[in-house]
């Protein structure tokens, strides 16, 4: 089963099989020790996310921020640097995240090989449910506005950044993939070159996913629905909901949020296996690429926009027809299918290409026109 099938299953309120999620976490290839690599500062720090306080979830409002600084950062004192902003995927934070792209050896890699020195900051965005989808919501907290104001605020007053739009880069994969399509969108007055890996959740329907027969699917979302009616409170949806069937309370709580409906303060896209048309109405308006069309002129602000995807991932199907609708509207950008499944390539991809394309698209110097 394709990850694209998975989340199309979840966003209709259709329980998955624990096992399913499995088929989703393939190896994910380490490109070799460049010899000669200078290393790279790490740096674990707290950023205090003032859009997140009073999330109705309880989640975390001090978040987990890992900072890399170039090699030489602790040297050249005067030297300011531009900064990329690196986003993690569902079920994983920033910490699993530096697993999956290798870093900070692919950060040193990039370095060796020509790209350009910058600071590269990957921020938690975990929540109770393994994901915050990047979004604004009463119930998750405004991950958007953590990322493009909380985190740049901070990043930019505490360390030597090149802080203006020019020199600061916004990559992400697969739920990173999704926030950095959605955060990208809106705030093109915070960053000025995008780079989108393999994003999940471009369209309601989840994109290249097959279709379950009705009368399962129907089956399949009572029974989802009764897990979710006996939960006492968020903290017990892990146990309740493993795999990715907690998928549907981390788009309900990001998308479809309920101040009004304690315990968990969302609303679900289906009821008695019926989809209920207003909640799937808003689940529709969160996707990219229904709203894409609303930001074109934003948009078309990049100095440059990058996007990727495996070959053998089902979420291709999407990317493609947002790279077309880019291209429909004589936005610039780069597309490419790659060789790889889901996150076969991610370690890869980020060293001998992210970071490249940030070299070369981002402002480098102190005072950038």
Same mark, same amino acid.
């Given at each position: 089963?394709?990850?694209? +099938? ?23 290839? &380490? ?43 602790? +040297? ?7 900064? &990329? ?28 090989? *020509?790209?350009?020195?910058?600071? &590269? ?19 998750? *907290? ?69 279709? &379950? ?68 109405? +808003? ?16 948009? +078309? ?69």
């Amino acid at each position: 089963m394709r990850i694209a +099938k998975l989340f199309c299953a979840v966003m209709l309120g259709i329980a998955v099989a624990p096992g399913a999620m499995l088929l989703a976490q393939v190896q994910t290839i &380490v490109p070799p020790i460049i010899p000669g690599a200078k290393p790279v500062a790490e740096q674990h720090i707290k950023v205090h996310g003032a859009s997140l306080e009073g999330n109705l979830e309880g989640d975390a409002v001090d978040r987990d921020v890992i900072v890399f600084l170039p090699p030489s950062y602790e +040297k050249d004192q005067h030297r300011r640097y531009p900064v &990329v902003y690196a986003l993690h995927g569902f079920f994983i934070g920033a910490a699993q995240w530096t697993g999956e792209i290798h870093v900070p050896q692919t950060i040193e890699g990039a370095f060796a090989q *020509g790209a350009k020195e910058m600071i &590269v900051v990957l921020p938690d965005a975990k929540t109770i449910y393994n994901g915050s989808m990047y979004s604004s919501s009463v119930t998750t *907290g405004d991950f958007e506005e953590f990322v493009a104001h909380d985190v740049v605020a901070y990043v930019d007053a505490h360390y030597r950044t090149i802080p203006n739009r020019e020199s600061r880069g916004l990559v992400g994969h697969s739920m990173g993939g999704y926030g950095a399509s959605r955060i990208g969108m809106r705030h093109p007055d915070v960053f000025g070159s995008l780079y989108i890996m393999s994003p999940c959740c471009l369209s309601p329907m989840g994109g290249g996913g097959g279709p &379950v027969p009705a009368d399962r699917m129907k089956e399949m979302a009572i029974e989802n629905e009764k897990k979710i009616a006996a939960l006492k409170s968020p903290a017990d949806a892990p146990a309740a909901l493993p795999g990715f069937g907690i998928a549907q309370l981390a788009t309900a709580a990001a998308w479809a949020p309920d101040p009004k409906n304690p315990p968990l303060y969302l609303d679900l896209p289906t009821k008695d296996g019926v989809p209920v048309p207003e909640i799937q109405a +808003k689940m529709a308006a969160n996707a990219p690429l229904a709203f894409v069309d609303q930001y074109i002129g934003n948009l +078309k602000q990049y100095k440059a926009i990058s996007m990727d995807v495996g070959d053998q991932d089902g979420l291709r199907v999407d990317a493609g027809k947002l790279h077309d609708i880019l291209d429909h509207y004589g936005i610039v950008n780069s597309f490419e299918i790659y060789s790889g499944t889901h996150t076969s390539a991610v370690a890869d991809r980020f060293q001998n290409h992210v970071l490249p394309f940030f070299s070369k698209n981002l402002c480098f110097q102190a005072s950038c026109p």
